[in-house]
């Protein structure tokens, strides 16, 4: 996070995409989302988790997410791959 008016910003670029178990995949979304603390409460924060929710529209059937986290500033990254199942709908 970095100082910005009277506040800490960290702007985030979010990367998710699933492939089924047929091997379909779909395309990657890209969000980008921002992260903005007053500076009076940048220590607290910084023990915290942030939440972003993202709402996914995939087949039914076993599916792999991927999801990348990218801070463009530092370009560090980070990667994480979960294994689900969508039920079949009624």
């Known amino acids: 996070m ?3 008016g009277d506040d800490y910003v960290s702007r985030l ?3 998710v995409a699933a492939r089924d178990a047929g091997g379909g995949q ?7 989302h ?3 603390v007053p500076a ?3 220590e607290r924060a910084q023990e915290h988790r942030f ?3 993202v709402s996914l ?3 039914e059937g076993s599916q792999r997410i991927s999801v990348g986290l990218l801070d463009p500033l530092t370009r560090q990254s980070s990667y994480q791959t979960i ?3 969508v039920p079949t709908s009624s």
């Open 2 to 4: 970095v100082p910005e």
């Open 13 to 15: 670029v979010l990367f």
């Open 26 to 32: 779909s395309e990657i979304v890209q969000q980008n």
């Open 34 to 36: 921002e992260v903005r």
């Open 40 to 42: 009076g409460s940048i």
């Open 51 to 53: 939440k972003i929710d």
């Open 57 to 59: 529209l995939m087949r």
């Open 83 to 85: 294994q689900t199942r």
